[in-house]
């Protein structure tokens, strides 16, 4: 009886020990296949080491290394197409960044607009490409994917699967990140280390938006089994901002105008990503004449020597103006803000316009202001519920 027992705790033992083992094996293949930890992406902090010989993919056919996006073209045509359309292409070449970039040149720009290094030379791996097909999908000679693909394709090429690699959590490297130290932007050779205010925080609006349970990122940015897949649409695609914002107007009291700027099927605040963007609305009489000018943004102002004092943050955010992120059950959001017009009109005339530069880069930027400033919105727009309120009622 003894001895039947015993063998039967052991067994237990066993069968314990072997679990522990499975589990241990289970976390250590989820942090091997971590992204950070096989793309080498880590929010810009350091640049992403690159070897030709060894991180590149090779035709199946000729043994040619697959160096250039422009290589993957011949059997996926229309991916390439729609990247190379797309602001990822041009995000280190780009008149915008260049200009940013030469009067703040940190590496730490560098490694999200072009994060990859070639190890031999330590200089960028092909920056005229940006965001290119290597950036995200290669390493180690495999293509980084979510799942394998059909059993034709498993024939061309190796596969690394990395499950959360179709998800926010691919994106946010570069699209989730907090302002650099004040002391790590005084002494640009100092390892780059975050302070607590946010700069771009994206990922995050998404996250706490209607949108997050139903969408991700890719849903709208990737456009995945469509004829846009990989076109990266977003703030510089005019022909999307025209169907995603509009404006609209009505009369709260005699002499009031509410001003409605709304965001149709935008999963995060606008204008989100660079702190310099900006949407402007301006509003004009029937006559062409200006009557106010409403600017949607994050204001920042540098921190003071006495603030610095207490904390990190570079910067102090003013304020915060922007269409917010939608609420949950809902496709849209709006922003609000009120015109008082005692010759109480019926119509406005309205322009919305996106705005890449901040005022003192309008100053400094040798950029022409047909590239810096968009308009998305020109229009007379009727103002509604003018009826509803007498001249002689007060605002």
Request: hydrophobic share 30%.
């Amino acid at each position: 009886m003894n001895f039947q027992f015993r063998v039967i705790r052991i067994s237990k033992i066993v069968a314990f020990v072997f679990i522990l083992i499975s589990l241990a094996n289970l976390k250590s293949d989820n942090l091997t296949n971590d992204i950070k930890n096989v793309l080498g992406f880590d929010k810009g902090i350091h640049p992403v080491g690159f070897d030709l010989k060894t991180d590149s993919i090779r035709d199946k056919n000729t043994g040619k290394l697959l160096e250039s996006a422009a290589d993957c073209k011949s059997c996926h045509k229309e991916i390439y197409e729609n990247w190379f359309s797309s602001r990822h292409r041009v995000a280190h070449t780009n008149k915008l960044y260049r200009h940013s970039f030469s009067v703040e040149p940190m590496e730490w720009c560098e490694n999200c607009h072009s994060p990859l290094k070639t190890i031999s030379s330590n200089s960028l791996y092909k920056p005229e490409e940006g965001i290119s097909c290597n950036v995200c999908h290669v390493r180690s000679g495999h293509i980084i994917t979510e799942k394998l693909p059909s059993d034709a394709a498993k024939l061309y090429h190796q596969y690394k699967v990395v499950p959360d690699f179709a998800s926010d959590k691919l994106c946010g490297s570069c699209h989730q990140f907090n302002f650099p130290t004040w002391q790590t932007l005084s002494n640009s050779s100092k390892t780059i280390q975050y302070s607590s205010l946010t700069m771009q925080g994206t990922v995050e609006e998404w996250e706490n938006s209607g949108f997050a349970k139903d969408s991700d990122c890719l849903d709208c940015h990737l456009s995945p089994g469509t004829k846009k897949s990989h076109n990266f649409r977003g703030g510089h695609s005019l022909e999307d901002l025209k169907k995603s914002l509009m404006v609209e107007a009505k009369y709260v009291s005699s002499k009031t105008i509410m001003l409605k700027v709304k965001s149709i099927g935008i999963g995060h605040a606008y204008p989100t990503g660079d702190l310099f963007r900006a949407l402007r609305l301006k509003v004009f009489s029937k006559d062409g004449v200006s009557v106010g000018e409403y600017i949607l943004r994050k204001l920042y102002k540098v921190t003071s020597r006495e603030e610095r004092a207490d904390s990190s943050n570079p910067k102090k955010l003013l304020y915060d103006t922007r269409i917010p992120a939608p609420d949950e059950g809902q496709n849209w959001a709006e922003k609000e803000f009120y015109l008082d017009r005692s010759d109480r009109p019926r119509s406005l005339k309205i322009e919305l316009w996106i705005d890449y530069l901040n005022d003192v880069e309008k100053i400094l930027s040798p950029i022409d202001k047909k590239e810096s400033m968009k308009n998305i919105i020109r229009e007379t727009i009727i103002i509604e519920d003018r009826n509803e309120y007498t001249e002689k009622e007060s605002g």
